[in-house]
């Protein structure tokens, strides 16, 4: 029986399209959720934690042997601690292979002896506490020689203790650490105005960059390269200028301003509040109005220039055509520019970290992750941080992706 | 407000004052001596100027040609526009009475092309702002961008005590030869720069294979197939780029610290190109979906596979993309800073970025810190400046990556 009705569902050619699809992004696909899903994941994780920078080693025990004495009074070490001062071990038992040619005299408890192999088993092992096992041994021959033999293999150690980040003990800890107090709303705060004036301020600039390079003229490619400079230097080397050049001891600028006679005494930039938060704007406006440049300027050169011609016919002034054509023409790429910078900037941490390393009133929600998790070594707080930072950004991509799908027709 | 005999003055005043503190300051980096402009009488000396310009419409009029000229030598008299201090060498303040003159003469000129004495139209008067305010705009992205790097530059030629003496003296005394470069030469003895450089180098270009190695199938996948939860995936490459670096980092930071991967380069490896991938296949497939599909199917016809068509089709016809990939992704991984400084902490490991952080101590000097950033900084400039071509693109297709 042939059926007559058309195929429904999948066909056979579509789903082996499919399958090579899948098989071409597998690599893609994998390599990212380990570095960026995996991670993401393991961040809402810790942030349920008590997890400090100290329980990244995980107590364990820590074993050393040698070989001690000489003549007839030779006997093997072995003597073992707790890595950790207040944790306890669980389950510590040691093994070993005594090499051929050493004769194990009498072993006491917790040790037994069977052939040629040792074992013992301690038990708990409390926090800083150590224990020290001598073997009575005989060896025929030359105890020099043995004694790299018997120091070169590795007796093996087993016990762990409590794992903090793979048990299920959960708290709110570090969320009620991370909203307690003021500083939080102080830390959000910044970070908006860090955010909005650094994103808008970028945008001003490069427009008016755009509009002066709109035009052709001999030596535009070479300025359009040097205006680009700002983005592409690495971001180390323009933020250690940065600092260099603002420096209230030994800076450039200082001393331009004091001979000047702007200013009697050096300014200090990146150390006074409020002056520091305006400095790491005024920084990140300048490193990135060459983004928004290169695009505005791509943009304005796409458009139709038989529309200014119209323009120039109905009698319109230059401010005319501007406000009249430019800017509508552009507020698509301004306002994906706008969203774009908006998130990468409420990302941005290298910059402030680098310029003020988040004193003087510029700690961002980004900059407060590092300080939470290894100034003061609190992991999971800064994890806390992290989680609300994602937080935010899924509010934010939402918005994004119901303005710019249509923008841009992603 | 629309009269040439108002709005020369004014547009003339600001402009004097614009150029009265551009060549201050330039003057002050170039020589170290006191150059201080002032405004008031700038204003004053700038509205006589704009006046004649405007009242004497030939370009090279002989009273224009006077007002420049006078412009120039009042700033010898403590009156002009310019204040030159007094231990200043004869040729910087020769220099500063041409330079105000000769520019002023010809930007006013520019500015105000044109311009009639009396009633403006609209159009007059709009492009005369504009013209003032495209000359404005350039001295000062000229500047804002010049001044960091010339700062850079002439800093690491600098010793510590000139540098705390004048902060502003950037001179550079040729006759030391190459005991100008010391401070290069020392990161290069004493601090293992070589080897920074060499490690940045392997491993940024390490980063720019695997990142092409996986994003190229992928891209083509995205842009040539059809299946399911296609758009979800071209979606999710978007949100990737959303993520904070400092969010991921700390997670990488515990497992790599667990796993021993901490404080190796394999470790940086790994990580590097899957910051890149999303990037690099949304640049990919965007240009995927602008090569004609007939070659391709021609291909399948004639008997080759998938891949082999990838390999022998797409990938040539795609080679000036595929140089702004490489370019921009090779710029992402030399300039990481984030990742290089929590993962790496044995000093024979550091890629540049993470050694320049390395010098900025108290201890160190800092005219090697500023070398160092010298370093980090020329060999990008180099690419860019030999292939701003497919940087641009590769820049602008990257969307907006920070």
Request: glycine share 8%; charged share 15%; hydrophobic share 50%.
């Amino acid at each position: 029986m042939t059926s007559t009705t058309p195929p429904t569902g999948t066909g056979a050619l579509a789903k082996r399209e499919a399958r090579l699809a899948w098989t071409l992004l597998a690599p893609t696909v994998i390599s990212v959720s380990l570095v960026v899903i995996l991670p993401l994941l393991a961040i809402f994780w810790i942030s349920f934690k008590p997890f400090t920078l100290s329980d990244l080693r995980p107590p364990a025990p820590v074993v050393r042997e040698s070989l001690r004495g000489s003549g007839d009074d030779l006997r093997i070490e072995y003597r073992l601690r707790n890595s950790s001062q207040e944790i306890a071990i669980d389950g510590v038992t040691l093994s070993d292979v005594l090499p051929d040619g050493v004769v194990a005299g009498e072993v006491a408890a917790p040790c037994v002896l069977d052939g040629q192999e040792l074992f013992c088993d301690f038990g708990t092992l409390e926090g800083g506490q150590r224990e020290r096992i001598r073997i009575p041994v005989a060896i025929d021959g030359d105890p020099e020689s043995f004694e790299d033999v018997v120091e070169t293999s590795e007796p093996r150690v087993t016990g762990s203790g409590p794992n903090v980040l793979t048990n299920l003990d959960f708290s709110l800890e570090n969320y009620a650490r991370v909203f307690d107090g003021s500083e939080f709303w102080g830390v959000l705060w910044v970070t908006l105005f860090y955010t909005v004036f650094g994103t808008v301020g970028a945008l001003v600039m490069g427009l008016f960059a755009a509009l002066l390079l709109n035009k052709s003229f001999k030596g535009q490619g070479f300025i359009r390269g040097l205006y680009l400079f700002p983005y592409v230097a690495p971001v180390i080397a323009v933020a250690f200028t940065w600092v260099t050049l603002f420096d209230p001891f030994s800076g450039s600028a200082n001393a331009l301003l004091i001979q000047m006679g702007l200013t009697n005494a050096p300014i200090n930039f990146f150390g006074e509040r409020p002056l520091a938060l305006i400095m790491v704007t005024v920084f990140e406006i300048w490193r990135y109005f060459p983004l928004s440049f290169l695009f505005i300027l791509a943009r304005m050169q796409s458009i139709d220039s038989s529309m200014y011609e119209a323009a120039d016919m109905d009698g319109a002034s230059p401010f005319q055509k501007f406000w009249l054509l430019s800017i509508p023409q552009l507020l698509g790429i301004l306002s994906v520019l706008f969203l774009l910078r908006f998130i990468w900037t409420f990302n941005k941490f290298d910059d402030i970290f680098l310029l003020t390393g988040g004193n003087a009133g510029t700690r961002t929600l980004t900059v407060n992750v590092y300080e939470q998790a290894f100034a003061i070594s609190n992991i999971g707080a800064g994890a806390a941080v992290a989680v609300v930072i994602l937080l935010c950004l899924i509010a934010f991509s939402f918005v994004f992706f119901r303005y710019i799908s249509r923008e841009e027709g992603l | 407000m629309r009269k040439g005999y108002i709005t020369g003055p004014v547009l003339g005043a600001l402009w004097l004052v614009i150029i009265a503190s551009t060549i201050a300051v330039t003057m002050s980096f170039a020589t170290g001596a006191t150059f201080r402009p002032q405004v008031g009488l700038g204003l004053v000396w700038g509205a006589v100027a704009g006046l004649t310009y405007v009242a004497f419409p030939a370009r090279h009029a002989p009273a224009r040609l006077a007002v420049s000229v006078l412009l120039g030598l009042s700033c010898l008299s403590g009156l002009g526009p310019v204040l030159i201090g007094p231990d200043t060498s004869v040729q910087a303040s020769f220099i500063t009475i041409i330079a105000v003159a000769v520019v002023m003469h010809l930007s006013l000129a520019e500015i105000l092309k044109e311009l009639p004495f009396a009633e403006l139209t609209r159009h007059e008067f709009e492009d005369a702002v504009i013209r003032f305010c495209t000359g404005f705009g350039y001295i000062f992205f000229t500047a804002i961008v010049v001044i960091p790097f010339y700062v850079m530059v002439m800093t690491s030629l600098k010793s510590q005590q000139a540098l705390l003496q004048n902060p502003l003296d950037f001179s550079v005394d040729l006759s030391q030869g190459t005991a100008l470069f010391r401070s290069y030469t020392e990161l290069f003895r004493d601090f293992n720069f070589g080897t920074y450089l060499w490690t940045s180098f392997y491993v940024s270009v390490l980063t720019v294979f695997i990142t092409l190695l996986f994003s190229v199938p992928g891209a083509y996948a995205v842009a040539r197939f059809r299946f399911k939860g296609q758009k979800a995936f071209s979606r999710s490459i978007l949100l990737i780029y959303m993520v904070p670096m400092i969010v991921l980092a700390l997670p990488i930071y515990i497992a790599f610290s667990i796993t021993g991967l901490r404080n190796s380069i394999l470790g940086i490896v790994m990580v590097y190109p899957v910051t890149t991938i999303p990037v690099a296949l949304y640049m990919l497939q965007g240009y995927f979906r602008g090569l004609p599909t007939e070659v391709e199917e021609a291909g399948l016809m004639d008997g080759l596979s998938r891949l082999a068509v990838i390999w022998k089709i797409t990938l040539p016809l795609s080679l000036p993309a595929l140089a702004s990939v490489s370019l921009y992704v090779f710029m992402i991984a030399w300039n990481e800073f984030l990742l290089a400084f929590m993962l790496l902490d044995d000093p024979s490991k550091f890629t540049l970025t993470r050694g320049v952080t390395m010098l900025n101590s108290s201890e160190i000097p800092r005219q090697h810190l500023m070398a160092g950033a010298v370093i980090a900084t020329l060999p990008i400039m180099a690419l860019f400046l030999g292939l701003e071509r497919f940087m641009t693109k590769g820049l602008t297709a990257g969307s907006v990556k920070g």
